[in-house]
């Protein structure tokens, strides 16, 4: 029998750790939301920020929101010019210099949306810690003003006029959508490519794809389009890139966040979610975007669980009474799966030296209770359908209207002709599956009571950042997905070739705050964020 490793009580270097983490998310945070509450009249009681610098020096690679909001309040620069300067950015390395082809659409009101909120912003209105705040949206959430495509030249110029539930509350956050993502078309892959947006390449090593299906917006964020972004998750589709473009990314428990909006892939596994730099940039964007919407029954439930802010899941850094559980099976045998098998397992060390508990978990048999519990090509064909439905100038109403115009990538031709073929919605196949996903998800309990763990800790995928027009190999996506239980992915270190490696933490229902908990303590310890070398900060003036 497996036994934990003992809880420590603080003392010596890792007692120094916790206080100074403690102290350090408290006075983010405090000043975040003290930022955004104070009025242009109380400008001056604000002794500890710096004398505003002139708007043309103000940099914005790398910059958190709070660092972006603090240059807003103290008249540094205004949110019109934020979006000037990640506009610069997305012309010099989206379709040059390293041609990320991350972006598939720009706002063409984005500037004046900034303009507005800055507007407010004198007048005394500040919303919160987002107002003004550039971000993008991946491709596949309902946006107002811009086209809606998933990636799919057969949805070309598909205008939903409305926004998807997050992309509202972003918005009504004050937030700014400087544009849209380029994902793998319709959701449907891990590696980035689609025919509406072409192949979005890794800014850490452009010969090799981004993670996906939110491949985009990870590319991004890595490379300081905006301050951050959302992105979907069906199976593994924010924590991939999450783990390619050494960011942090959560896929909730399902239930957290609401998929009205959404191009659908499959409605039981699919959630929304935000991918940042920071921890406390992921903290910020969920307290904007998470709770319960009508449109979506399933979030009703999520009204018992979300703190009043996630900021307060994290002031107490210390994790003596964690107990994070090495789920050995997923860190893969092949020879390909080494390298990153031993840089997720050295970054131990560090939640070790931060008082966690850390017992390896073998979970005979994980394989078997993981197999066939994955619904997408189930489901697919009729929730497209369901989506479509309500918009009669969709340019195609139907998965098989898309196939039969060929409009597409060529990449995702098996699996949408394989969807398409499903011919009803409810079969003995697809009652089978959804009744192997709920003993999945007890048995992943079963463990995690019975020995006591936290969460479970594993590589978010065995394997590094393929090379483009190569397979991805190496997903660990099905736990999250199949079971519906939270995962957070973070920063592990990076390849000797230096490509980013990530690690997912997988809790039980609604343990978010934990999860978070964990993450902000392991980054203030190690400071896993290393930008790409493709995107460095502009000279001044271009």
Known sequence: MLTPTPTRTPHGRWARHVAMIATAVAGVLALALRLAAQAPSQLGSIGSLPAPAPAATFDVSEKSIVDLLAAQRIGTVTSRELVEKYLARIQAYDQDGPRLNAM?????????????????????????????????????????????????LALAGFQTGRDAFLVKKLRDAGAVVVGKTNLHELAYGITSVSSAGGQTRNPYDPARNPGGSSGGTGAAVAASFAAAGLGTDTCGSIRN????????????????????????????????????????????????TVGPDPADEITR??????????????????????????????????????????????????????????VEVPFPGLDDVLRDTSVINAEFKFDLLDFLAPFAAAPMRSLGEIVESGRYHPAVETVLRRANDVTSRETPGYRTTLARRAAARQAVLEVMNDQGITAFLYPTLRRKPALIGEPQGGSNCQLSAATGLPALGMPAGFTEDGLPVGMDLLGGPWSEPTLLKVAYAYERLVGPRRPPKTTPPLAVGR
């Open 104 to 152: 598939i659409a720009l706002n063409p009101r984005a500037l004046d949306e900034a303009a507005a909120l800055d507007a407010e912003r004198r007048a005394g209105r500040v919303r919160g810690p987002l107002h003004g705040i550039p971000i993008v949206v991946k491709d596949n959430y309902a946006t107002v003003g811009m086209p809606t495509t998933a990636g799919s």
């Open 241 to 288: 890139p999450a783990s390619q473009n050494n960011l942090f990314g959560l896929r909730g428990t399902m239930g957290l966040s609401s998929r009205d909006g959404i191009v659908p892939l499959a409605h039981s596994q699919d959630i929304g979610g935000p991918l940042t730099r920071t921890v406390t940039d992921l903290l910020l964007m969920l307290d904007a």
């Open 301 to 358: 439930t999520s009204r018992n669980y979300i703190p009043p802010t996630y900021g307060g899941s994290v002031g107490d850094a210390g994790l003596g009474d964690v107990t994070i559980g090495v789920l050995t099976p997923l860190f893969g045998t092949a020879p390909e799966d080494a390298e990153v098998g031993r840089i997720v397992r050295e970054s131990l060390a560090n939640l070790r030296s931060l008082g966690a508990g850390v």
